[in-house]
């Protein structure tokens, strides 16, 4: 193995779309990371309200964190005009959302066992959520279309249910990226630099 020195070799600077997707890459794996413990929570939030309020609280918080480490980028790092903000938002929303699914697979495929169609069938028991459903289905048996969409849940393998769960992710994401970027942007003298 050749052992090089630093000092006399030529470094090459990254370049700021490189350093934009390597922070970007760094940034998803934390908002990945709050996505999956919202995930989490809402899951087992199904028989626990906190918990599933945590959750809610837990997705709701990435919005916050994506714009509080894009400030962090610009004033650290570098320049974040809006073309450039917009991209290392989507790119860490990206991630985010590829780290979740990945999640949504492993649980679905390794431990949840029936567990959520189990609640939702214990829950289309009370007679509170039956008349939510006749009242929202009228001229349906509504009970009889609920089991149907949970028959159709508990037959789909994990792989498709992650293949749906990545779509609404990235649109999550895509999404997200818009008002985090504008409130990450570069600003100078006070004013929005585009």
Do not use: H
Request: hydrophobic residues 45%; glycine residues 8%; charged residues 15%.
């Amino acid at each position: 193995m050749a052992d090089y020195d630093k000092n006399s070799t030529p470094q090459r600077e990254a370049t700021p779309a490189q350093q934009t997707r390597a922070y970007a890459g760094y940034y998803g794996l934390w908002v990945g990371l709050l996505w999956v413990l919202s995930f989490g929570l809402t899951i087992y939030g199904l028989r626990s309200p906190l918990a599933g309020n945590l959750g809610l609280l837990a997705g709701f918080c990435s919005l916050p964190l994506g714009i509080r480490l894009l400030r962090g980028f610009r004033d650290n790092i570098g320049p974040l005009p809006l073309r450039r903000a917009w991209n290392m938002a989507y790119l860490m929303f990206l991630a985010a959302a590829l780290i979740c699914t990945a999640a949504q697979y492993v649980y679905f495929a390794y431990f949840d066992e029936g567990y959520v169609v189990r609640v939702y069938t214990d829950l289309l028991q009370q007679p509170e959520v039956q008349d939510l459903l006749s009242k929202m289905l009228r001229g349906q048996d509504s009970l009889a279309v609920a089991n149907e969409a949970l028959a159709a849940f508990s037959s789909t393998p994990p792989s498709l249910l992650a293949m749906q769960f990545l779509f609404w992710n990235v649109l999550l994401a895509t999404i997200c990226a818009v008002p985090t970027a504008l409130m990450g942007r570069e600003r100078e003298g006070g004013q929005l630099k585009n």
